[in-house]
């Protein structure tokens, strides 16, 4: 286990108008992923933590691991880590106390998944996780994974996890914090799934190149996470990412996103009710048929059919809407020489 130094890293940005924020994290300057940033309200004072199972645990670089940022002075961090043993499926906790200062940050890093490791803070704080940098079989070059967790108190029911056309799939991981093992339901077409979550323990679910997945879990709330694996085929489409899931009520009918440069391709997935896909609007305009890369319409979405497209966008910013105020939920993602990123467009 790799503690690093306590250090005043955090950053505290505040705005007179209402803003998005993403941040592009960097590894080595070699890879980036994007994540999302919460907004102050939005934060929480218990988390689950997810990462991927680290290539090979000899080496640091594909290390699993989080990190924790303090808003307030004396603020009490407990940490119950748990170590998942993916192949064996065992895990393995250990508690730890310390205290946290104003932008005061700790780091904490291990060869193994990490996924399920419970933070606790008697004050809202923020919490990073991910993998320094990992692999699947199905990449060509590990890639930087990171997203910002949101608190258990921000979970939601149901999921709807959209196809990445460029990749060979996506590993799924999906938690609840009950404290009892409770049922769960994955449709993918017309295949139903039903599983069992058990508290704390990641349950891992493999979608395959094009494939859409509805998740409900009826009677708890559960965090859904993806990590779109890449493509072994096109250096250009070859690295993973991860990308924190947004439940289904947490839509909006108006986004405002920033698409970075330096990219050979970026991609916005909308899901929308089909009934409402005509109302959609980017930039002012409607969008045209020759930027909709993947297209399915036969989603069902809480008993209503539902409408999932990709769209080819260009860098800049972005503005997304539905002029019959219908509500969407919006994923990012791009791609360029071995390396890639994905973020979600709305948390709150």
């Known amino acids: 286990m790799a503690f690093l130094e306590r250090e005043p890293k955090a950053v505290k940005i505040?705005?007179?108008?209402?803003?998005?924020?993403?941040?592009f994290d960097n590894n080595y300057s070699q890879s980036n992923?994007?994540?999302l940033i919460s907004p102050v309200e939005k934060l929480g004072t218990?988390?689950?933590?997810?990462?991927?199972?680290?290539?090979?645990?000899?080496?640091?670089?594909?290390?699993?691991?989080?990190?924790?940022?303090?808003?307030?002075?004396?603020?009490?961090?407990?940490?119950d880590l748990m170590v998942y043993y993916a192949e064996t499926n065992l895990s393995i906790s250990e508690p730890y106390a310390f205290r946290l200062n104003n932008l005061e940050t700790i780091q904490l890093e291990f060869g193994l998944d990490l996924s399920g490791s419970l933070v606790e803070s008697s004050k809202?704080?923020?919490?990073?996780?991910?993998?320094?940098?990992?692999?699947?079989?199905e990449s060509?070059?590990?890639?930087?994974?990171?997203?910002?967790?949101?608190?258990?108190?921000?979970?939601?029911?149901?999921?709807?996890?959209?196809?990445?056309?460029?990749?060979?799939?996506?590993?799924?991981?999906?938690?609840?914090d009950e404290s009892s093992s409770t049922t769960a339901s994955i449709l993918v077409g017309n295949d139903r799934h039903d599983i069992i979550l058990l508290p704390r323990i990641p349950f891992e679910f493999t979608l395959r190149t094009n494939e859409t997945a509805v998740i409900y879990i009826p009677q708890a709330r559960a965090s859904v996470t993806s990590f779109v694996k890449g493509n072994k085929n096109n250096s250009n489409s070859g690295s993973p990412y991860m990308v924190k899931i947004p439940k289904v009520p947490q839509t909006k009918s108006q986004y405002t996103i920033p698409i970075p440069e330096g990219y050979l391709?970026?991609?916005?997935?909308?899901?929308?009710?089909?009934?409402?896909?005509?109302?959609?609007?980017?930039?002012?305009?409607?969008?045209?048929?020759?930027?909709?890369?993947?297209?399915?319409?036969?989603?069902?979405?809480d008993g209503r059919i539902?409408?999932?497209?990709?769209?080819?966008?260009?860098?800049g910013v972005l503005n997304l809407a539905s002029?019959?105020?219908?509500?969407?939920?919006?994923?990012?993602?791009?791609?360029?020489?071995?390396?890639?990123?994905?973020?979600a467009g709305n948390f709150v």
Request: glycine share 6%; with cysteine.
């Open 14 to 23: 505040r705005s007179t108008e209402a803003i998005t924020l993403v941040l």
């Open 33 to 35: 992923d994007g994540s």
């Open 46 to 79: 218990r988390y689950l933590v997810v990462s991927s199972d680290p290539r090979d645990e000899k080496h640091p670089i594909y290390n699993s691991g989080f990190a924790i940022a303090a808003l307030e002075d004396d603020t009490l961090v407990k940490v």
């Open 306 to 315: 539902g409408s999932i497209l990709t769209v080819d966008v260009l860098p």
């Open 140 to 176: 060509i070059r590990c890639s930087h994974l990171m997203e910002q967790m949101s608190p258990t108190t921000e979970w939601g029911s149901m999921y709807i996890v959209p196809a990445d056309f460029n990749s060979d799939g996506s590993r799924l991981i999906i938690m609840t």
């Open 265 to 301: 391709t970026n991609y916005v997935t909308i899901m929308i009710d089909k009934s409402s896909k005509s109302d959609l609007r980017l930039n002012g305009q409607a969008i045209k048929q020759t930027t909709i890369l993947f297209e399915d319409d036969n989603i069902l979405n």
């Open 124 to 137: 809202p704080v923020a919490v990073f996780s991910g993998n320094r940098c990992n692999m699947f079989p």
């Open 323 to 343: 002029t019959s105020g219908s509500p969407f939920g919006v994923l990012v993602f791009g791609y360029r020489y071995l390396d890639s990123y994905g973020f």
